[in-house]
């Protein structure tokens, strides 16, 4: 039987390219695209990949035409939350017109199924509040206003063109592919777990921490933390929902405990029995105090259950993929 082709915007990416992995072993065929802005050619591995931006209308519907998927995963996004706070006009451009052009190019192709990354950054700061599905969303940041506002056009898009989407909101991704066929590699790497063992592996000098008078218990700021492979389960889940009629929905991925940076710090030095080098800096702006959601809606309706999402077995599975030849900084 011939594999059910999904479009995966921003497969080359690091999320992306795990869930066409995943999407490759659930049976369909993930169609990758990407404008390499920040992806990698070679992470393409699982499917065929159609370069393209998302502004590129005409590309869009030449791709959708030719491949007829039978839902879109919608990845491709800038998520730098500095560069946001400095250049809000080029989030808004582009992720937030590109989805429009994404949005509208689906309506007119006839496909009407979407699952979309967002980000607990819509949230802004909670003051502790663990986040949920309701909880009010206020970003604080550019990045998380354009995915909130991606967010607000989804719904417009479903009561006029009756599409369904399944958004899922996470915080923080880490650890990579356990077969070690991809992982993690942003450009330029601002995550936290792959700098840190960059400078664990001497490959940069020191990890800065962005602020430690916070008000935490060690003050640095505190994150929930998924296993990228765990996340992108739950993205299979959420198509499935949407290929069995079941309708749109919106998640929390996350897995309830959050980790404080000098938490993650300390967890990096046991597992790699090395020390991490280290300097404390300045607040960054535009940064959450805590950011933590559990995922009880997930895991009642989709079944979802993170296995991997320890912070032992996260670094354990990003640091074999940054210790394999190759590995660029
Ligand atoms: N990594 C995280 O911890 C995290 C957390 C929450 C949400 N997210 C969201 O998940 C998604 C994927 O994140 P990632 O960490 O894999 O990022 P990434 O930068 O590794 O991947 C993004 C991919 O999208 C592509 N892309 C960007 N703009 C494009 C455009 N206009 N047209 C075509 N392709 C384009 C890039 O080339 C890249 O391959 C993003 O939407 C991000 O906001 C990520």
Redesign the pocket.
Known sequence: MTAVPVLV????????AHACKALARAGYLPVT????????REAVKFGPLEE????DRARLDAVLARWQPVAVM??????LVGEAMADPGKYWR?NVL?SLTLLEAMAAAGCRRLVF?????TYGDQDGVELDEDTPQRPINA?GAS?RAIEDMIRDFGAAHGLEAVIFR?????GADPEGEIG?Q?RPET?LVPLLLEAVAGARPALTIHGTDYPTPDGTCIRDYVHVTDLVDAHVAGLERLLSGQGGRVYCLGTGTGFSVREVVAAAGAVTNRPVPMEEGPRRKGDAVRLVCGSTRATAELGWVPERSSMEQMIADAWRWQQRPGYRV
Request: proline share 0%; hydrophobic share 35%; glycine share 14%.
């Open positions: 915007t921003g497969g080359a990416g690091y999320i992306g695209y990407d404008s390499l802005v920040t992806g990698w393209g931006d998302l502004a919608h990845f491709a996004a800038l998520s582009a590109s990354s967002s980000t607990c950054a990045y995915k996470y915080f923080n991704v880490a993690e942003h995550h």
